[in-house]
Structures are given as structure tokens and as C-alpha cells.
């Protein structure tokens, strides 16, 4: 299995500029997570879904930021437009109905001058 | 709030060290508890993890943890640290009654000197 596969690895981005992160779960697992990781704040969970349907968007800060999962082997968090603020490293996870450990990908680094 | 606090931010400790690590979370009723490692200019890696039995849970490379129901704790310790320990530990916790989600604690850093 090639793992949680995450891209772009880097972005650098001008703010108000539109972002795009994308995500591959591993196949089978039916829970998909965004993370976004800051030296200020740590691992936030912005948003988590279940077989496909968002199940508790409670962290994503503010409506700039959309997440969606229109089918079980893809996910995109977008940002938009972006702010110098929001560079971080995002981070996507996912994990099987069955068992509780998450699987994280690689991340992707968003740097927003 | 709930929440879950990791009381150590850096750590700086010589080889052959012991360290330890404390997390204390807030939630109450029944938690799944998990440490991860991400190595420098990596990801996250599941270290260890405890969701019932023996409250004393042994993970990889040496590391171990206890989960201390009446202290709300679940400290990472290990007897010896080897300079390629050097790395953040998150602690992070799972409440049954909320789904799926996993809460992280803000990390420690840990930098072992050769």
C-alpha cells in the first residue's frame, strides 16, 4: 500500500491567491482527517469525514477554508483566497472504521507570501 | 474545555538519559490514548497506543507509557534515549462519545545531545 498520499508537497502562494491541497486515502479506510500544524498552535483537526460526508468541521477557522470528499479516494482542502496566516504544513489522515490508529501522510508545507 | 496538555515544550537531555514525558487530558468517560513521533522533516508515526487492559502499554523503539485513569495522565517514558530519539512527541487522545476524531496535545520537542 503507497500510504496516505498527500500534494503538492510544497506551495508557495501569493496571498489572495487560491489553494488547493489534495489527498488519497489509503484504500478501505472510510475516515479522512485535515490536520493544519503551526509552531504557535500545533495539530489543529480542522475538519473529519466518515464514508465520504463531513462529520464535524468545527476547526476550520473561518468560511476562506472548504473541504470536500466527493468520493472514498479523494479529498481536497481549499483556501481561498489565502492569507500569509494560514501558511503551515497540512497534514491528511485517515484510519478504517475498525481500528482507531491514524495513518498521516507526508503533508503538504503552504508558505503564503 | 476539554483539551489535552502536553506540560514539557522542549526537552533537552543527554544520551542514555531518562525521559519522560507528561500528558493529561481533560475528557471524561472512556478514552483511547496514543503517542506519535514525527521525526525531523517528517510525518507523524504511531509510537504507541492504549485503548483498555493493562494499563502500562510498550511501543517501539523502547518507549512505553501509563495511563493513569485517576490522574487523567498518560505519560511517555524511556529508560535510555539515543541521540536518534531526537524528535516531537505528541500525545493524543480519542473520546468514545465524539466520534472519530482524534485530539492532539501541542507537542514537546526533544533534542538528544550525542
Known amino acids: 500500500d503507497a500510504g496516505v498520499i498527500q500534494s503538492p508537497r510544497h506551495e508557495v502562494t501569493e496571498m489572495g491567491q487560491e489553494v488547493t491541497l489534495r489527498c488519497k486515502p489509503i484504500?478501505?479506510?472510510?475516515?479522512l482527517f485535515w490536520y493544519r500544524q503551526t509552531m504557535m498552535r500545533g495539530l489543529e483537526l480542522l475538519i473529519y469525514?466518515?464514508?465520504?460526508?463531513?462529520?464535524?468541521d468545527s476547526g476550520m477557522p473561518e468560511d476562506r477554508f472548504s473541504a470536500k470528499m466527493p468520493n472514498a479516494s479523494f479529498s481536497t482542502l481549499k483556501i481561498q483566497p489565502s492569507e500569509p496566516r494560514d501558511s503551515a504544513v497540512y497534514f491528511c489522515?485517515?484510519?478504517?472504521?475498525?481500528?482507531?490508529?491514524?495513518?498521516f501522510g507526508a503533508g503538504s508545507r503552504l508558505t503564503v507570501l | 474545555a476539554q483539551s489535552v496538555s502536553q506540560h514539557n515544550h522542549h526537552v533537552i537531555l543527554s544520551e542514555a538519559a531518562s525521559l519522560e514525558l507528561g500528558c493529561n487530558y481533560s475528557y471524561g468517560g472512556t478514552v483511547n490514548l496514543f503517542w506519535y513521533v514525527q521525526y525531523p522533516g517528517q510525518h507523524l508515526q504511531l509510537l504507541l497506543k492504549y485503548f483498555s487492559g493493562d494499563p502500562l502499554v510498550k511501543g517501539i523503539k523502547g518507549f512505553e507509557a501509563e495511563f493513569i485513569k485517576s490522574k487523567f495522565s498518560f505519560n511517555l517514558r524511556k529508560p535510555s534515549v539515543q541521540w536518534s530519539d531526537t524528535a516531537e512527541y505528541f500525545c493524543?487522545?480519542?473520546?468514545?462519545?465524539?466520534?472519530?476524531?482524534?485530539?492532539f496535545g501541542q507537542g514537546t520537542e526533544l533534542s538528544v545531545k550525542p
Open positions: 493524543a487522545v480519542n473520546v468514545h462519545n465524539q466520534g472519530g476524531k482524534l485530539i
Open positions: 469525514f466518515n464514508n465520504n460526508v463531513p462529520i464535524d
Open positions: 489522515a485517515t484510519r478504517g472504521s475498525r481500528a482507531n490508529v491514524l495513518t
Open positions: 484504500s478501505g479506510h472510510d475516515y
